[in-house]
């Protein structure tokens, strides 16, 4: 297994893109640690993993929340020894044009991608630096490449984790420690369900046109990228054996955007 006894938290994990990759990881030997805001949803996904409790933990963490980002990352080191691999995938979606977002929401979106991830990477790096190994990665987007109209917080936290990750992998070479970026396409997970009628009518288009003209128009055969697709690519971050890669960023989006 490619993963045997290594510690993975995982953030946003109770449902979605972060669910897929705990069960991923799973399957390939590691102990998961599942943080979300929602404590029993994660207290029933790390059940799903192992309803013994011995390899998968359900912790409550407000990723914006200093204390809570801090406490609950002792709780992953104390139950299980180490932190291999930091997944930063706790995030929201908010669309409206520039001239009428909401200041509050423009700080929220900011919050949960950005300063979560800043507060998850520092907390894990504490007890990474220690071991002197470490692989954290951060869900980016094709929006950390180019930009959508109706997205602005969105586009600029998600080109702000690719700074992030370069700095990390920097600071974090002379530790064992990687960091990486991963960059999906449409998932259909529900923050993209939800985003179909609020572009429809932002737009003025179908709910149709949204997923066909505006969501898949730039993908080489009409499909969204799934949470397996986006999950294997996690499992590549974490596995990989030397330093070799780290700083960088994988579109993974059916051809959207090619680099």
């Known amino acids: 297994?490619?993963?045997?006894?290594?510690?993975?938290?995982?953030?946003?994990?109770?449902?979605?893109?972060?669910?897929?990759?705990?069960?991923?990881?799973?399957?390939?030997?590691?102990?998961?640690?599942?943080?979300?805001?929602?404590?029993?949803?994660?207290?029933?996904?790390?059940?799903?993993?192992?309803?013994?409790?011995?390899?998968?933990?359900?912790?409550?963490?407000?990723?914006?929340?200093?204390?809570?980002?801090?406490?609950?990352?002792?709780?992953?080191?104390?139950?299980?020894?180490?932190?291999?691999?930091?997944?930063?995938?706790?995030?929201?979606?908010?669309?409206?044009?520039?001239?009428?977002?909401?200041?509050?929401?423009?700080?929220?979106?900011?919050?949960?991608?950005?300063?979560?991830?800043?507060?998850?990477?520092?907390?894990?790096?504490?007890?990474?630096?220690?071991?002197?190994?470490?692989?954290?990665?951060?869900?980016?987007?094709v929006h950390s490449k180019e930009a959508s109209a109706l997205k602005a917080p969105y586009v600029t936290a998600k080109h702000g984790l690719i700074g992030l990750a370069k700095v990390v992998a920097k600071e974090g070479a002379a530790h064992g420690v990687r960091a990486n970026v991963i960059c999906p396409g449409f998932v259909r997970t529900p923050l993209v369900e939800k985003q179909i009628p609020e572009q429809a009518k932002e737009l003025g288009i179908s709910e149709e046109d949204v997923v066909k003209k505006v969501m898949l128009k730039e993908t080489v055969d009409g499909e969204f990228t799934t949470v397996e697709d986006v999950a294997q690519a996690a499992l590549f971050f974490a596995s990989f054996e030397s330093n070799a890669l780290t700083g960088q960023s994988l579109v993974v989006s059916h051809g959207w955007f090619m680099q």
């Open 1 to 141: 297994m490619r993963l045997q006894d290594k510690v993975a938290v995982i953030t946003g994990a109770a449902s979605g893109i972060g669910l897929e990759i705990a069960r991923t990881f799973a399957r390939e030997g590691a102990k998961i640690v599942i943080a979300d805001l929602n404590q029993a949803g994660a207290d029933a996904a790390a059940a799903s993993l192992d309803p013994t409790g011995k390899r998968a933990l359900g912790v409550a963490m407000d990723v914006t929340d200093e204390a809570q980002v801090d406490a609950g990352m002792a709780r992953a080191a104390a139950a299980f020894g180490r932190i291999d691999i930091l997944v930063s995938n706790a995030g929201i979606q908010t669309v409206a044009p520039v001239e009428q977002f909401e200041f509050a929401k423009w700080k929220q979106l900011l919050s949960i991608h950005l300063d979560g991830a800043f507060l998850t990477t520092r907390a894990a790096l504490h007890t990474m630096y220690k071991q002197g190994s470490g692989s954290i990665i951060y869900m980016g987007s």
